[in-house]
């Protein structure tokens, strides 16, 4: 299914990069007939903009005939993860100093959440994240927020395509129980993740509001260090700094 071109767009442009989002979210290769199905264009149109694509570097005819995202992408992606990093490393390491557990900054990206910012905490015991790995949202308390920011069905869609994991016992693996989870995180305006993902681990995380992309800040660190307290402390800094990074980011 391809997005509707805003007025003033480029159809051409819109449909190709529609045909990268497919190929990403259908595992990274796609035949022809595969993507004209999922695009809903004819062949002829499809072959056009894959052979441009094909032509640029921006996907690569594997021997079976099947196309998939070419090298072109991997430097693009970098400065893209690079710049977002560099323009929100200092915001971060102000959660950092104020607050003293790990922060980090994420998106959604397809059905994935991906990593695309962090500050690591100074201390011995503190938590890593790895920067532009794709994750399932549902065990974290960033895709939440970012997952909250969806109708339900759409939610549902994105859980019944990507799955539901038990990372670990405390993981929620009901669709159904996690979207009455995200119904309180829009009320709240904060989502936390207890041992979803690690046992032992808290995270808190709410959204980075008025930027020009949908993002979360989040913290985490051990449950021992991550008292009701802390999280109460860390909720208004987070805010404020969630305020500067989306004016920020949008500049």
């Known amino acids: 299914m391809t997005q509707q071109t805003r007025p003033g767009g480029v159809q051409s442009v819109g449909r190709a990069l529609d045909i990268l989002e497919l190929i990403d979210q259908s595992g990274g290769e796609m035949a022809l007939v595969e993507i004209s199905a999922a695009s809903g264009l004819p062949m002829p149109t499809i072959h056009r903009l894959v052979r441009t694509l094909v032509d640029r570097n921006y996907l690569r005819q594997l021997p079976d005939r099947r196309y998939a995202l070419g090298s072109r992408l991997i430097p693009l992606g970098n400065a893209a993860l690079d710049a977002f990093g560099s323009r929100s490393s200092a915001k971060l390491a102000e959660v950092v100093r104020r607050l003293g557990e790990s ?126 307290e802390l999280q109460e402390r860390a909720i208004p800094v987070m805010r404020e700094v969630a305020g500067e990074l989306a004016a920020q980011l949008a500049g």
Do not use: W
Request: glycine share 10%.
């Open 103 to 228: 922060a980090n900054l994420a998106a959604m990206d397809g059905d994935m959440l991906v990593y695309v910012g962090q500050a690591p905490s100074p201390r011995a015991m503190r938590m890593f994240t790895q920067l532009g790995q794709h994750v399932h949202p549902h065990c974290r308390a960033a895709g939440k927020v970012l997952l909250a920011q969806f109708d339900d069905d759409a939610v549902r869609g994105i859980l019944d395509r990507v799955g539901m994991p038990a990372v670990t016992p405390a993981t929620i693996v009901d669709p159904e129980e996690f979207i009455a989870q995200l119904a309180e995180v829009r009320e709240q305006g904060v989502a936390h993740e207890f041992g979803e993902m690690e046992e032992g681990v808290i995270c808190l995380a709410l959204p980075v509001v008025g930027g020009v992309s949908q993002l979360a800040l989040s913290i985490s660190g051990p449950a021992a260090r991550m008292t009701d």
